[in-house]
């Protein structure tokens, strides 16, 4: 049963203090095969050791005695809507409701205020007679990682936008399957999309397209709208390998 010491990169945040669950999620699911559902039961934090221990086909993060996250090997079977062209994408990007207004504007993946070389700046608007947002990224370095954490926000706003979900909302679970092999391209087309609403809970789709169309990754996320403020992660501690 190995366990290894894990930290998150502070430049990897989604909420202030809590790394980027979609970033978090790819880093934990390199440690299983085939596609992997990770559940984040509570804020992960950055630049904090964590203890991630691995088992045949599951895995479990702590922050000391607090269990962080659970992990299993699953078979992603989700169907991928007909992806928009790359001009409707660029289009759709220009109406991020972000712009006007966003929870975590230090968001590596959809932050506002975020222009530093780590920041993935994937601005996700609605497309224009679709039940879809859509965004365009140009990658700056791909790896899973990278590629689960551009899987992330597209559906937080199309829960938002197309769920009608008001009010902060972090990510509760997700389920990705990416291609293999990987074969980064130098740009993509990235859609999110409302699957169901359940109360508090809405279950989003999203999907990594490559400029022409062909599908390099998906999702299936469940978000969950805050009802008070977010918890306040562990403190910041030293000694282990950021992620």
Known sequence: MPTYDIVIDPAFQGPPGSAHGGYACGILAAHLPSDVEITLRRPVPVGAPLRLTVHDQTLDLYDGSALLAEGRTTQADFGTPEPPTYAEA???SVAFPGFGAHPYPGCVGCGTARTDPTALRIFPGPVPGRDLVAAVWHPAEVRPPLLWAA???PGGWAAAHLGQLTGPAVLGRMT???AAPLVPQPAYIVVGWLAAAQG???IAG???FSRDGVLHGAA?????RLAGQLPAPGPARTGARAA
Do not use: E, S, Y
């Open 206 to 208: 999203t999907a990594l």
């Open 220 to 224: 299936r996320q469940t978000w969950i």
């Open 151 to 153: 899987l992330d926000c």
């Open 176 to 178: 990705a399957r990416l």
């Open 200 to 202: 508090r809970k809405v």
């Open 90 to 92: 660029l289009g759709a």
